[in-house]
């Protein structure tokens, strides 16, 4: 069945037709056909978040506005705390979160819980039965039988994906939310990044020069955020890295397919003064072979160091996912500049989870017509 087919035929078809489908078939379907079963049909927003190519600029916008909103609400003490709480009250969600994570697992729980949803977590995967013999399969379609909303971080690249599938075929069908799938998305953190600009630019967010800067081979955070970059206008990308962490082909070829400009540096010095944003990363040597051979720093080139501020644009911004090492100047980190803003970017990563949560439970226009 087309894609054009498949968009024409009423929701129940699809529904019948993501029962059917195998494993392989929906793991071999393009990103733009594996969409329709993951995002909602009647309002294009995501109800799977699976990777970054699902969101739409409207529903970035959306989301962002009711991220910004929510927190308005949220300053409004006892009231508006209670507003949002009642939203999601009786619901439970599961974060099954089986890598090392300090801010996503701690935002999600914590944007969960101004949402008023209870919480359950599952870190060591020891822990549970997969270690037992159980299938991932079986393992989600366990977890779907107590919560509402399941966010899953694992270091094989399909796995969320996988729970997705299974998911589209159960009788409690919960929306699960990749929070991290091993080198290749972490659509969340490229949201975060997202309303990070927006707030950063006063919403305008079109014709920005971003900098990537360290291991973008195997960075997810970079690989998702290069993807959004489609919903903007004029965008232009520096991605600067040593040639063997350098940008994978498959973004390289996204970027051309949606002409949007890019150039390979290998010295961040020399490209500061021409960006909007540097989005610094850390070498992801987790991914080394045998620790020998894991480089935690690529050296001078690759590093932000403190008199680089003074190469910044007057209204440019310093970014990073976090967690940071020696790629950016300690000092920085304690520094009143305001264009340092990694740590204003780790709270926003809290709000727009709030706002994905609360697009997925469908309360945004809840949130947007409540007058403080
Ligand atoms: C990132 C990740 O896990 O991919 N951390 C995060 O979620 N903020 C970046 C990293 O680990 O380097």
Redesign the pocket.
Known sequence: MTVKNLIENNRGIIKERARQISWLEFAAMEEKEKIIFLNNSKTGNPFHVLFAQQFSRNSLNLLCQVADKARAIHKYRDEGRRFLKNLLFGTYALNFIIQP?T??FLSFQTAQEILGMSIRDIRDPNTSSEAKGETLEDSVRTFSSYVDLMIMRHPDERAVEKGAWVLNKSDRRIPIINA?SGKDQ?PT?ALTDIYTLHKSFDGKIDSRTIVMCGDLQR???VRSLSYLMRNYQNMKLIFVSPFRLRMENDIKNFLDRHHIPYQEEDNLEKVISLADAIYM??I?DEWDKGKEQGVQSVGPKYKFKKEYLNLMKEDAVLMH???KRHEIDEEIGYSNDKRVVFWRQERNGMWIRVALIAVIFQKEQKILKYTT
Do not use: V
């Open positions: 994570s801010r996503t991290g972490h953190q960075g997810r955070t990363t850390r992801q996912p976090l967690p």
